[in-house]
């Protein structure tokens, strides 16, 4: 069963930076990629940024891009996600979750192989 769980996230001020964490257990990390999403109050979710693992392959969203990277440690089944420069426009709670690699640059929700429990993202302006 894949099971994730998210941390790190915060309130801070604009401009600021946060760490976030993914922590993976339950299935074998190097078979998937792993993705970041956000839901913002009253929007759909999103896919934010991901990374196949095994090859260290990322995408991101314009929107996030030079801002926010992302890492993995194989070693401790962990995704990380840097995120630099935050804006109100990234208040969300951030979720991260298994994905197939083909879905890598399209981080389609309905493909998301299991859920974590989010992470609250508070940028105050």
């Known amino acids: 069963e894949v099971q994730l769980q998210a941390s790190g996230g915060g309130l801070v001020q604009a401009g600021g930076s946060l760490r976030l964490s993914c922590a993976a257990s339950?299935?074998?990390?190097?078979?998937?990629?792993i993705g970041w999403f956000r839901q913002a109050p009253g929007k759909v979710r999103e896919g934010v940024t991901s990374?196949?693992?095994?090859?260290?392959?990322?995408y991101y969203r314009n929107s996030v891009k030079g801002r926010f990277t992302i890492s993995s440690d194989n070693a401790k089944n962990t995704v990380y996600l840097q995120m630099n420069s935050l804006n109100a426009d990234d208040t969300a709670v951030y979720y991260c979750?298994?994905?197939?690699?083909?879905?890598?640059?399209?981080?389609?929700?309905?493909?998301?192989?299991?859920w974590g429990k989010g992470t609250q993202v508070t940028v105050s302006s």
């Open positions: 990374i196949d693992v095994i090859d260290g392959t990322t």
């Open positions: 339950g299935f074998t990390f190097t078979d998937y990629a």
């Open positions: 979750g298994a994905l197939r690699r083909r879905y890598l640059s399209t981080l389609p929700i309905n493909r998301v192989d299991g």
